[in-house]
């Protein structure tokens, strides 16, 4: 079910509207699809952190991360 909302834009987002705009989406459209992706990178962010977070706990993974670093270092040419 829709939902109608009212908000009031300042300029930069009258701006970033417009834009959106151009590519043929009525007002509607661009600002559903806005929240979607914001929420969608929201999301996507969250996740990553918790990868990040889980591969940093694993010591294993540390410990051969830190072991293809030394051999990268090592072939690393001379300054």
Do not use: F, W, Y
């Not at 300029?11 to 929240?35: K, N």
């Not at 969250?46 to 889980?54: G, P």
């Amino acid at each position: 079910m829709a939902q109608a909302i009212s908000v009031r834009l300042d300029d930069d987002a009258e701006r970033a509207l417009r834009l959106l705009q151009q590519t043929g989406s009525s007002r509607s459209e661009a600002i559903r699809s806005a929240l979607i992706d914001a929420a969608n990178r929201l999301r996507r962010s969250s996740e990553l952190a918790a990868e990040s977070a889980a591969l940093e706990a694993d010591e294993k993974d540390r410990r051969e991360m830190l072991a293809v670093a030394e051999m990268m270092d090592s072939l690393r040419a001379p300054r």
